[in-house]
């Protein structure tokens, strides 16, 4: 396992062997807020999209920066409430662009860390954002003023670059798109890989931590991840078994029974879009006998 401490000097010590999308209409201004989750640990939104960061005595630890006017609002914010307080670490989530374009914003005082999967998504498909200085493949460390933030590659899932921030003195988790609280999955699953997303789900369930912060949506807990790892199985195990059947797609999401979830967010919306996008991987993976 490589693994890497990103110390408060800047300095990079490594160790070896060491949802459903809330859309803003154009037209509409954007919610923004900040809240804090617990400790010095808050969640910032914007409108449907959520970051957190962490605010130290040697300087902040951001996240995501979901795009540059939310990254400059949060930035105006951060110098009205901590003014002695830069920016000193961006970490993103994933390389989806709705997560973290804008990160220029704040690269003036901030090392940009990421996945190295991230990192040549992001320059490959030139998202709107600042390049990672700093990338890892399973682990790293982020310690500053005190605070912790453990980076944790849990395996491909909603990409193949998804990480999840914990920080083990508030007992808070960040994880973007792969986990979503009471709600169905984002449409048809594009970019995903499923049987391993279901494996990530497990390995986050084996972390310790009190508090889910997703990317979208209200907070939740450990059972949340639970939950959305049997709604995956459960829709898996009945589209594998039309799809073993010889069923049609259409036939497929007439037989596939999700009602259970019917008080999930984006039930409405994404259900029948979440049976077409298990149906086109089952098939893209499975081997008939012809």
Known sequence: MKHFVVAAVAA????????VQAQTPATQAPVREITKIAGEVYRFRNSGHYSVFAVTPAGII??????????????????????????????????????????????DTATVVAHDNAKDAIVGE???????????????TIELGGTVMELIYVGRNHSNNSLVMRFPKEKIIFA???IPVKG???????DAYLDE???????????????????????????DVT????????????????A????????????????????????????????????RLVQATRRPNQ
């Open 12 to 19: 990079f010590v490594l160790s070896l062997p060491g949802a």
């Open 62 to 107: 951001a996240t995501d920066p979901i795009n540059a006017a939310a990254a400059a609002w949060l930035k105006d914010e951060m110098k009205k409430r901590w003014p002695d307080k830069a920016i000193k670490f961006v970490v993103y989530s994933h390389d989806h662009a709705d997560h973290i374009s804008g990160g220029e914003v704040w690269a």
């Open 126 to 140: 030139k998202r709107p954002t600042a390049v990672p200085q700093v990338t890892f493949n399973e682990r790293a």
């Open 176 to 178: 973007v798109d792969f």
């Open 184 to 190: 169905v999955a984002f449409r048809d699953f594009p």
């Open 197 to 223: 997303w279901i494996e990530s789900l497990r390995k986050v369930e084996a972390l310790e931590f009190d508090i889910l912060a997703p990317g979208h949506g209200p907070l939740g807990t450990k059972a």
């Open 227 to 242: 939950a959305f790892r049997n709604y995956l199985e459960d829709l898996r195990a009945q589209v594998l078994a039309a």
């Open 244 to 279: 073993r059947a010889g069923k049609t797609l259409e036939e497929t999401k007439k037989l596939v029974d999700l009602s259970k979830y019917k008080d999930w967010s984006g039930y409405e919306q994404m259900s029948q879009l979440n049976i077409e996008g298990v149906y």
